[in-house]
């Protein structure tokens, strides 16, 4: 489980394919406190720790990850959202997030809005109705809340802090984004389908 608040700005430094793909990221973290085995979400997709060394780690990505994240457009040194797994006790400053992507987005307006950026997105039909005004969504591993919803679109205005630790930052129109929605939300509209 992750809350969403982003604590390190990475980049990918090297991928690999030989049946699974494997792809390292330089990181800013203490790798000497990461576990072979633990969870960090990069760039909202939960992924495992299978090697490191001193300001790097390695995940393994399978074929089905790549299929429905922008893992699939990553290249040596795009830039990637780095979250640890919660632990019990800390604070949860975004909302729960599962690391679990639902479905990419896309950018199709970013507009100046003081010190801030309008951004809106464009939502795949399945997850549309499970965004909501005021309501939070992950975009890229980052919680964030809605402001408003029109048609099959959604807005989010992003402070200046949250574009300079983050990839938001560095994001143009028409880039594709990692979509998780609301998990409260995910399974509610579940029970309310179900046959």
Known sequence: MFTGIITDLGQVRR?????DTRMEFTTAFDTSGV????SIACSGVCLTVIDKGNDWFAVQVSNETLSCTTLKYWQDTT??????????GDELGGHMVSGHVDGMAEIIDIQPDDGSKRFTFKA????????ASKGSVTIDGISLTVNEVSGDQFGINVIPHTLGVTTLGKKRTGDIVNLEVD?????????????
């Not at 998990?183 to 046959?195: F, G, P, Q, S, T």
């Open 124 to 131: 795949p039909a399945s997850l549309f109705a499970m965004i």
């Open 79 to 88: 830039f990637v959202n780095f979250e640890r797994a919660l632990k019990v």
């Open 35 to 38: 576990e072979i085995g633990a």
């Open 15 to 19: 991928i690999s394919v030989n049946g």
């Open 183 to 195: 998990m409260l939300v995910r399974y509610v509209a579940r029970l309310l389908n179900k046959e």
